[in-house]
């Protein structure tokens, strides 16, 4: 998506958003460190549970401040459908297929020409829980 949309997100859509994706079907919020100030962050995002963990859209690409601060950190908080989870070994790769996509999302993906995305891992206590 062209950066002046990500701009414009930031700056008002995402604060409206946040409210809405921790419940919202598909979606996510996710709880990151800023790299150089520490400060806390939350940023919605589309994102697809997968057998160890989920896999989010990168919906402006690689070089966005949240993706960068969530490999910086080696993981992050993520909230989604009610419930907090901790997420770990963020991994970037690109997927033109976006096979571990569902049909109906990646019909979207592929229109909006997302490619992008960051497979992270679900933290596991040492219980196994």
């Not at 701009?7 to 919020?29: D, F």
Request: hydrophobic share 35%; charged share 25%; glycine share 10%.
């Amino acid at each position: 998506m062209p950066r002046v949309v990500a701009r414009w997100n930031k700056a008002g859509v995402n604060r409206i958003t946040q409210h809405v994706a921790p419940w919202a079907p598909g979606m996510g919020l996710i709880v990151h460190r800023g790299r150089r100030t520490g400060r806390v962050y939350q940023t919605p995002v589309s994102v697809f549970p997968t057998e160890d963990g989920y896999v989010i859209a990168l919906t402006y690409g690689p070089g966005t401040d949240w993706a960068k601060n969530v490999l910086a950190a080696g993981g992050c908080e993520l909230r989604t459908r009610g419930r907090s989870v901790q997420l770990t070994e963020p991994r970037l790769y690109q997927d033109e297929e976006r096979t571990r996509i569902r049909p109906a999302e990646r019909q979207v993906l592929r229109l909006l020409r997302v490619s992008d995305f960051l497979a992270l891992k679900t933290v596991t206590s040492a219980d196994g829980n």
